[in-house]
């Protein structure tokens, strides 16, 4: 598996990233309409685009609620 990360700087409390980041109403409201995600330990978020012509699998492997998602 590839090793992305990235840093942004975002002005939102902490709690409100990680909810966008980690549900599934959160990842449909700024990246794709086509989404599943939750927010345990290795979960699997689901990404599609193009009518699920791309699909991306994220696998969450840590996680603290607010602080850390990986």
Same mark, same amino acid.
């Given at each position: ?22 549900? $599934? ?12 995600? @939750?927010?345990?330990? #290795?979960?699997?978020? *689901?990404? $599609? ?12 492997? @840590?996680?603290?609620? #607010?602080?850390?998602? *990986?």
């Amino acid at each position: 598996m590839v090793n992305m990360p990235h840093q942004i700087t975002i002005n939102a409390t902490p709690e409100k990233v990680f909810e966008a980041i980690t549900t $599934t109403e959160g990842i449909k409201s700024w990246w794709s309409t086509d989404a599943k995600a @939750e927010p345990q330990l #290795g979960s699997i978020t *689901e990404v $599609t685009f193009y009518n699920r012509q791309a699909v991306f699998q994220l696998q969450v492997d @840590e996680i603290e609620p #607010g602080k850390l998602l *990986e």
